[in-house]
């Protein structure tokens, strides 16, 4: 006989595991959900900060693939918890933060990204450019 817990639900929302930070929607056709971030930038990093917040705006509708899209908001929010704490003069870290943010960016920009679409490739160079130099 069939044991019901395994069987596969779909009338809903499954989550296994914790969960912040996250917004949920399903069985729409449209959603948009807005998050207000109100850390505090340290001096001296607000054009980077105004550039990390568009670029996890843009996120959803950049055209990764799932696991790098995940990665790119886990490693541009390392990036703004750098910039928001009471003392952001650790530079390594800052700099290992933008490394890993352009890393998981660098295959989408260069066409190689599992489940990117095309115009992945042109917003991921563009991301990348927009944290160069900064």
Known sequence: MNDPQDTPRQDGLHIQGS????QFAWSNEK????Q?????VAPGYEALAERVNEL????????????????????????????????PDEEGRLRRALATL?????????????????????????AIGGLTGI
């Open 102 to 126: 352009r890393g998981v960016l660098a295959p989408a920009a260069t066409g190689i990204a599992a489940g990117a679409t095309a115009g992945a490739q042109q917003w991921a160079l563009e």
């Open 36 to 40: 207000e971030d109100n850390r505090t």
């Open 31 to 34: 959603v948009v959900q807005r």
């Open 19 to 22: 969960v912040s930070h996250s």
């Open 56 to 87: 996890i705006r843009q996120l959803p509708e950049s055209g990764l693939g799932e696991q790098d899209r995940g990665d790119a908001q886990d490693a541009a929010e390392e990036v703004l918890a750098v910039i928001t704490r009471a003392d």
